[in-house]
């Protein structure tokens, strides 16, 4: 199977001759760093902006557990996604109550056409079959195992390519769009073997995480987030989801250059660093509204179906 990498014929064809030219020369050092450059931004500036798809993360916050600005209770979880959805969110990213998924999803959508993301990846897929049946719109699914240390707890679940496969073939059967979970390259390893087995169909949707605590940890810095954008097989649509502080700055290079954005409870529960939210809406709204302050639009949850192939 062939390593995912932008092939040197993409480039600019004169560029290329400049670079090939310049490297044979005494200018070697500034052509291949011209080269590295051009290899850096190749994937970013292909991209078109389209709008954005906000994705609100309900849930607890791992890293901050005292924070309780969350939804503790299905009645209290369902309204907070109604007024997500109402402040620019198109996909729902939710731990459903266990033993009452069904229940769960059917509320939310009695109440508002938000796209349905079933979280809580962590557990192995025997233990989901509850979600399934839910049939949410998407189920979240890691690409690698689960190595992280919260607060409070700490996380090791190993997920092997078997279960990946039988992923696939599980979600094909109830109609749900995997959102796959990527922490770092070798994510992408696994996700380019299940599509070289013909398993699953572009686009694929995928979440990149940075600065979560734990043995897949990596920093959030642009430098790490073009990096994995530049390793990343064709046809995925990605989303950010970063933790601490650093969030929001992450979140805007996501906005410019044409990726998507995961913000609520579960990854920061501050509306401005030390500030807790009032409400996970409020941290919605405040994304929404950085988007459109730079000049890209949110989509709605029937605009982002069409964008993520739903
Ligand atoms: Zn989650």
Redesign the pocket.
């Known amino acids: 199977m062939d390593r995912p990498y932008i092939p040197i014929h993409e480039l600019n064809q004169t560029k290329a001759l400049a670079v090939y030219i310049s490297m044979c020369c005494r200018y070697f050092i500034v052509g291949l760093l011209f080269l590295l450059g051009e290899l850096a931004c190749q994937h970013v500036s292909a991209m078109p902006l389209e709008k954005l798809v906000i994705t609100a993360?309900t849930?607890n916050s791992w890293i901050h557990p005292d924070v309780k600005n969350w939804a503790e209770t299905t009645e209290a979880l369902v309204a907070d996604v109604v007024k997500c959805t109402e402040a620019g969110a198109a996909i729902a990213?939710v731990?459903l109550p266990t033993g009452k998924e069904v229940e769960t999803v059917k509320m939310i959508r009695e109440r508002c056409d938000v796209i349905v993301q079933a979280?809580?990846?962590s557990y192995p897929i025997d233990q989901r079959e509850s979600m399934f049946k839910a049939k949410p719109d998407m189920l979240?699914i890691i690409l690698n195992h689960h190595d992280e240390h919260f607060t409070k707890l700490s996380v090791n679940q190993l997920h092997p390519l078997e279960e990946l496969e039988r992923y696939c073939k599980r979600c094909s059967q109830f109609h749900i769009k995997p959102e796959w979970e990527v922490w770092h390259l070798g994510s992408y390893w696994n996700l380019q073997y299940l599509i070289d087995k013909g398993l699953i169909k572009p686009p694929h949707v995928l979440t990149l995480f940075f600065n979560w605590p734990g043995g897949t940890w990596s920093p959030p810095t642009p430098d790490e987030y073009l990096h994995r954008v530049r390793y990343m097989p064709p046809d995925c649509i990605h989303t950010v989801s970063v933790m601490g502080d650093e969030q929001m700055k992450i979140v805007s290079l996501a906005i410019g250059v044409g990726g998507n954005v995961r913000v609520g409870t579960?990854d920061n529960p501050f509306i401005t660093p030390g500030a807790p939210a009032r409400n996970n809406s409020e941290i919605v709204s405040q994304t929404a509204r950085l988007s459109r302050e730079m000049g890209r639009e949110v989509a709605t949850p029937s605009e982002a179906r069409k964008l993520i192939g739903l």
């Open positions: 993360t849930a990213h731990h979280g809580m990846s979240s579960e």
